[in-house]
């Protein structure tokens, strides 16, 4: 897996360490995540959070870390932390993420158009082209 990971970040031109630590607790990340729905930081914050993982061997699961990223970002990082870890907010992911496994969602990336499941980066292509034909018109970029 390690390799084939390699060879993809070598093909985007994207940093890669292998984690020291694998898997990482990733559920203070995906708190934020939950929380900045919406919000023009969070693709970033996304991003900044596998670099974190992936390319420098941070833990994700340490707040510090996590409110760094976010300040990099221009956020209030203790704000959105506040936020992140409400109740309301913890309530909302538990929600989600049984919504996902609804779905039968497994892993990511993962893409659901309308019931059907589309998993893996090199099937988003496939994805797209389902939801064209199916009435979905053109897809919306994200």
């Known amino acids: 897996m390690w390799r084939d990971v390699e060879r993809l970040c070598d093909k985007y031109g994207l940093p890669f360490k292998k984690p020291t630590v694998f898997p990482r607790n990733s559920v203070l990340a995906a708190r934020v995540a939950c929380a900045g729905e919406g919000q023009g ?38 704000r959105v932390m506040e936020l992140a870890t409400s109740a309301e907010n913890k309530e909302r992911l538990r929600r989600e993420t049984e919504t996902a496994w609804e779905l039968g969602i497994f ?14 980066n090199d099937r988003m292509d496939d994805a797209l082209d389902w939801y064209s034909a199916k009435g979905g018109g053109p897809c919306p970029s994200t």
């Open 41 to 78: 930081w969070l693709p970033e914050f996304i991003r900044g959070v596998y670099r974190a993982n992936f390319a420098d061997d941070r833990d994700i699961s340490d707040a510090a870390v996590i409110e760094e990223i976010l300040e990099t970002l221009g956020q209030q990082g203790a």
């Open 107 to 120: 892993g990511a990336p993962t893409c659901v158009v309308g019931a059907e499941l589309f998993w893996s």
